[in-house]
């Protein structure tokens, strides 16, 4: 089970990226992914999370309007489209798939919950610079 992240880069502020995350030895459709991101120091946090399954889509209020999160089952790829990019946007960028399955939180009676805790089987990440 592995993801692999691209699309990273250096770019101006109002600028945009694609980041893609690709899964190799499971397929993405009974999972949650995820993208978080984390600057030294700090704890990773949720960027957004999409349930696979039934589509259900979360997005951390700093990025609301400015993020799309999707996914391509045919590529087991989950993208995100990053646009109106900020300084603070400046992070190495990971994405992750639940722990448990879809089935496992319909049979808990549970939703996703876009929280780094929650996640497991994260890639090496890619960084993202955004210069003022």
């Known amino acids: 089970v592995q993801f692999v992240e691209s699309g990273g880069g250096l770019v101006q502020s109002g600028g945009s990226l694609r980041l893609s995350c690709t899964a190799s030895g499971f397929t993405l459709d009974n999972y949650g992914v995820g993208w978080f991101r984390q600057v030294p120091g700090k704890e990773r946090e949720g960027v957004s999370c999409?349930?696979?399954?039934?589509?259900?889509?979360y997005y951390a209020d700093p990025v609301k309007g400015r993020f799309t999160i999707s996914n391509d089952n045919a590529k087991n790829t989950v993208y995100l489209e990053m646009n109106n990019l900020k300084p603070e946007d400046t992070a190495i960028y990971y994405c992750g798939a639940t722990r448990r399955t879809a089935t496992e939180y319909r049979s808990l009676g549970a939703k996703m919950t876009c929280a780094a805790r929650y996640f497991g089987s994260w890639g090496q990440g890619t960084e993202v610079s955004v210069s003022s």
């Open positions: 999409i349930a696979v399954a039934d589509g259900s889509i």
